[in-house]
């Protein structure tokens, strides 16, 4: 075991040693323990849900909120509103901050498409009903790439969100969106 770097050996030593508490802890003789409860403390974590955004949505961004059958995950947004900031959308950003992104909002419902030139990073590009529902989602959209990638049908607005990011929160199609532009009946 001495090849083992520090940091490997004092997580099988911390694991060694809550296997062995949890074989001493007290349970009733009449109930033997499970293989569950003797599995290893490692195997058992699971890792921890990724969160939103917490707090007052900074200057310059507005609460946005995904809703899907997981839970909601809220997110502080840019809006792109007119044609310059819609435009320029996202181009030329080297990150993108797991709770941030940016809402294109249409005004009137069209079909788009939209593409990623001089956009240096992956985004998921999703597609939104005027009733806030999702139309389709564009996971991890190639960073510089000239390809159209439409929406498949009417959107009101479009959100995008660091590549990668809808599938964490569990984004799917017919999934909800929560923002003043949307309006349900």
């Known amino acids: 075991m001495s090849s083992l770097t520090g940091p490997l050996r004092g997580l099988i030593a911390t ?17 033997p323990a499970s293989a569950a409860s003797q599995a290893p403390v490692a195997a058992v974590s699971a890792p921890a849900k990724p969160i939103g955004a917490v707090g007052d949505a900074p200057a310059g961004f507005e609460v946005l909120e995904t809703v899907t059958p997981s839970g909601r995950t809220r997110f502080f947004v840019e809006i792109a509103d007119n044609d310059a900031e819609r435009e320029r959308g996202l181009m030329f950003r080297k990150s993108l901050a797991p709770d941030r992104g940016m809402l294109f909002d249409f005004k009137t419902p069209r079909e788009v498409a939209f593409w990623m030139r001089n956009t240096l990073i992956p985004l998921d590009i999703i597609y939104i009903q005027p009733d806030g529902t999702v139309l389709s989602i564009a996971r991890n959209a190639t960073p510089l790439s000239e390809t159209p990638i439409p929406s498949g049908g009417a959107t009101l607005g479009v959100l995008e ?5 809808s599938a964490e929160i569990g984004l799917m199609p017919g999934d909800r969106i929560e923002h003043r532009i949307f309006k349900r009946d």
């Open 15 to 31: 694991a060694g040693a809550l296997a062995l508490l949890a074989a001493c802890s007290e349970r009733p003789s009449a109930q």
């Open 161 to 165: 969100l660091a590549g990668g990011r």
